[in-house]
């Protein structure tokens, strides 16, 4: 375990890599298929911010194992402007985009763990795990 793999989000195509190399990694490592499409549409909404708000970042994707239990860290990662309000952002149905504001709280809701750090000016880093139940 703790093998990584990563896609730098540049462009739109780089949210279908993200999402590819989610579900496969999600697959090799044991998740059902319910629990890959969770995972995959996580992956998704994570680059998809990368792409939208910060124009520049990186998806990576860590297998775990931790006290006998499997699982996923996927790591969405930026340079970008921060978010000036975490709580707003985590609001459902709260959308800058113009999207279905799935985004960061739907995240939440499909993973198991979950960490948003933000510094204006420096960028965002999200931490979201799954672990095979």
């Known amino acids: 375990m703790g093998t990584r793999s990563s896609v730098v989000i540049l462009s739109e195509w780089d949210i279908v890599a993200a999402r590819q190399l989610g579900r496969n990694e999600a697959r090799e490592v ?17 680059a998809r911010n990368i792409y939208i708000y910060a ?14 239990s499997i699982g996923i ?38 993973m198991d763990d979950f960490k948003l750090d933000t510094v204006l000016g420096e960028g965002t880093i999200i931490k979201a795990t799954k672990w095979i139940r």
Do not use: H, Y
Not at 55 to 68: A, P, Y
Not at 74 to 103: C, H, N, Q, W, Y
């Open 55 to 68: 124009g520049k970042g990186k998806i990576e994707i860590e297998r775990i194992s931790e006290r006998g």
């Open 30 to 46: 044991g998740f059902g298929t319910v629990d890959q499409a969770r995972i995959t549409t996580a992956i998704s909404e994570l």
């Open 73 to 110: 860290i996927i790591t969405a990662s930026d340079e970008g402007p921060g978010i000036p309000d975490v709580r707003k952002v985590m609001e459902d149905g709260f959308s800058t985009s113009g999207g279905l504001g799935a985004g960061v709280p739907g995240v939440r809701r499909l």
